[in-house]
């Protein structure tokens, strides 16, 4: 689905920053437990900057990060607050009922995902959602955090600057 196609609207700059205040646990479905994938950069970066229990979730895998793993969101100890989300398109209406069935506050997809039916299906069930943007860079924006993957490097130009 193209940008210009997309009807739904989702939270507010501070409203994600709120969700993210509020939160104080996250799983991470699809999270892999190899190094090139986006969710084990995120997976990282909330273990090492934020002080948020992070649960990963990933029926084939064991461990990731020295963490056990769960199957499914049902598996978790407690209800986490957020569910962001690493899996294709299809099967984010299958994510949504877990998402549901555990008790999660908010359904977060990741940069590129976006299912208005889903999003649309989990406000009526009472979830927040956000679509189409990283808990990591959403967090790291927020907190002043950016530099910590080299995004903010405090300089303002197209142009490679010398280091002297």
Known sequence: MSTAERSWTG?????????????RS?????????????S??????LQS?????????NPVVKEILGQPTYATLADLPESPDIVDVF??????????A????????????????????VAADAEAAGL????????????????GGLHLAGFDTGVISSKRQLLS
């Open 98 to 117: 877990e998402t549901i069935a555990a008790g999660a506050k908010t359904l977060w997809l990741q940069l590129g995902s976006w299912h208005e039916e």
């Open 87 to 96: 899996r294709k398109h299809d099967d984010l209406p299958g994510v949504l």
């Open 11 to 23: 939270p507010s700059a501070p409203d994600r920053l709120n969700l993210l205040r509020q939160a």
């Open 40 to 45: 084990y950069f995120v997976a990282t970066y």
């Open 128 to 143: 927040n959602v956000v679509m189409d943007r990283c808990v990591k860079i959403e967090h790291a924006r927020f907190h």
């Open 26 to 38: 996250i799983a991470i479905v699809g999270a892999s437990d190899k190094p090139s994938r986006a």
């Open 49 to 57: 900057s934020t002080s948020y229990k992070v649960y990963f979730v």
